[in-house]
């Protein structure tokens, strides 16, 4: 595996990268101290992804990793820990939201800074008062979480998340796998990884025989756009397929990205073309400065409803939510709303109970 090298900076950032007053606000007013409106999440891009982006500000690739001011705009109802992550941490790095699988936060950093990052309460270093540790999991906290699970049978899965897990070596990430698979030799494990889009170069041969190993064990990547599959990233996914580990996808719905039914249904089919099974289309979290990328719940109907209609039910993968104020995923259509009042509309969670999801105004 080679080191990973990021750019960090907007002075390394390459010349076609012109920035907007915006951009530039954003660069400037970070290196000018500490800022007043926390989290800030951190600028990190690959030389591999900025080289994807184009000289336009409005640039798929370009949005989703190059920060503008509008990251401070910060709306009523926005949390630092939207999904209340915190409340469902019975030990350090580790989040049990769902009785039968749980999560690991292997650590908070990512090749690529997601503008979009619903978690930025931790990655990247992460928001004052944040009860997770930041870094990368020791092989103690690693071995007290398999514990935990051996405890509980009802866990079938184990996610290992962040940040991105593939910031790890992969001789760490092999060892905190291998103590996940002590569990039991059906206990699912599911690596939750955008390196395939972020930085290909990462997904080795000998990394996919290492977790060949470790199987049954999926990963579950984050293409957002038809744009990020190149032929680097293409081969990245067959390394993994051709090693026997299958891929699953979960895309982030978002403004002026992918919000729109013709391009998804491209990202989705060629996903299928790939072997890659598109899981989950997000709608966004009411994570603070994203309401620059969050769609209308309305518009996200629709474009939910043409698509089912360009797309074959493999193809198609679940419209969920996150419902804010800790009530968990949910699939959604018009269907599952209940009613809508005061610019809300209200969905029942998996466990019965009222939460509420904003409009967008
Ligand atoms: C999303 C999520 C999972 C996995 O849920 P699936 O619906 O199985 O993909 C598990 N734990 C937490 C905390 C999550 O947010
Ligand atoms: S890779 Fe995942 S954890 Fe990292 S910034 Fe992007 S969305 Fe957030």
């Given at each position: 595996m080679e080191p990973i090298e990021q750019i960090r900076s907007a002075q390394k950032?390459?010349?076609?990268?012109?920035?907007t007053p915006g951009e530039a606000e954003w660069f400037d007013r970070t290196a000018s101290g500490p800022l007043v409106r926390v989290p800030n999440l951190p600028f990190a891009v690959t030389p591999y992804y900025i080289d994807l982006a184009g000289d336009s500000p409005a640039d798929p690739v370009r949005r989703q990793c190059v920060p503008t001011a509008g990251e401070w705009d910060i709306r009523p109802g926005e949390e630092a820990d939207p999904l209340y992550e915190q409340r469902y941490s019975p030990l350090p790095r580790l989040i049990h939201r769902y009785a039968n699988r749980v999560l690991v936060l292997t650590t908070d950093q990512c090749p690529v800074y997601c503008r979009h990052c619903f978690r930025r309460y931790f990655?990247?270093?992460?928001?004052?008062?944040?009860?997770n540790p930041g870094g990368s999991i020791t092989a103690a906290e690693m071995k007290e979480i398999a514990a935990y699970v051996r405890n509980r049978r009802e866990i079938r899965e184990i996610l290992f998340s962040g940040g991105?897990?593939?910031?790890?070596s992969d001789r760490k990430l092999l060892r905190t796998m291998e103590l996940a698979r002590?569990?039991?030799?059906?206990t699912v494990l599911r690596l939750c990884t955008r390196a395939p889009v972020t930085w290909p170069q990462r997904i080795t041969p000998e990394l996919a025989e290492g977790l060949a190993q470790l199987r049954p064990l999926w990963t579950v990547t984050q293409y957002n756009h038809p744009k990020e599959l190149t032929a680097e990233s293409r081969s990245a996914a067959e390394t993994l397929i051709s090693a026997g580990i299958p891929v699953a996808n979960q895309t982030v719905l978002l403004r002026g990205i992918n919000d729109d039914p013709d391009v998804l249904a491209r990202l989705f089919h060629d996903l299928l073309t790939l072997g890659i099974k598109p899981y989950y289309l997000f709608q966004g979290d009411l994570a603070p400065g994203t309401s620059q990328f969050r769609v209308s719940l309305d518009k996200a109907f629709a474009i939910v409803e043409r698509l089912q209609n360009l797309l074959s039910g493999l193809s198609m993968p679940q419209f969920a939510v996150d419902l804010p104020g800790g009530g968990g995923k949910v699939r959604l259509s018009r269907e599952s709303v209940e009613f809508f009042s005061d610019g809300r509309y209200h969905i029942r969670s998996m466990e019965g109970e009222l939460f509420s999801y904003p409009e967008e105004d």
């Amino acid at each position: 595996m080679e080191p990973i090298e990021q750019i960090r900076s907007a002075q390394k950032l390459p010349p076609q990268i012109r920035l907007t007053p915006g951009e530039a606000e954003w660069f400037d007013r970070t290196a000018s101290g500490p800022l007043v409106r926390v989290p800030n999440l951190p600028f990190a891009v690959t030389p591999y992804y900025i080289d994807l982006a184009g000289d336009s500000p409005a640039d798929p690739v370009r949005r989703q990793c190059v920060p503008t001011a509008g990251e401070w705009d910060i709306r009523p109802g926005e949390e630092a820990d939207p999904l209340y992550e915190q409340r469902y941490s019975p030990l350090p790095r580790l989040i049990h939201r769902y009785a039968n699988r749980v999560l690991v936060l292997t650590t908070d950093q990512c090749p690529v800074y997601c503008r979009h990052c619903f978690r930025r309460y931790f990655t990247g270093g992460g928001a004052r008062g944040n009860s997770n540790p930041g870094g990368s999991i020791t092989a103690a906290e690693m071995k007290e979480i398999a514990a935990y699970v051996r405890n509980r049978r009802e866990i079938r899965e184990i996610l290992f998340s962040g940040g991105d897990p593939l910031m790890l070596s992969d001789r760490k990430l092999l060892r905190t796998m291998e103590l996940a698979r002590k569990t039991g030799d059906d206990t699912v494990l599911r690596l939750c990884t955008r390196a395939p889009v972020t930085w290909p170069q990462r997904i080795t041969p000998e990394l996919a025989e290492g977790l060949a190993q470790l199987r049954p064990l999926w990963t579950v990547t984050q293409y957002n756009h038809p744009k990020e599959l190149t032929a680097e990233s293409r081969s990245a996914a067959e390394t993994l397929i051709s090693a026997g580990i299958p891929v699953a996808n979960q895309t982030v719905l978002l403004r002026g990205i992918n919000d729109d039914p013709d391009v998804l249904a491209r990202l989705f089919h060629d996903l299928l073309t790939l072997g890659i099974k598109p899981y989950y289309l997000f709608q966004g979290d009411l994570a603070p400065g994203t309401s620059q990328f969050r769609v209308s719940l309305d518009k996200a109907f629709a474009i939910v409803e043409r698509l089912q209609n360009l797309l074959s039910g493999l193809s198609m993968p679940q419209f969920a939510v996150d419902l804010p104020g800790g009530g968990g995923k949910v699939r959604l259509s018009r269907e599952s709303v209940e009613f809508f009042s005061d610019g809300r509309y209200h969905i029942r969670s998996m466990e019965g109970e009222l939460f509420s999801y904003p409009e967008e105004d």
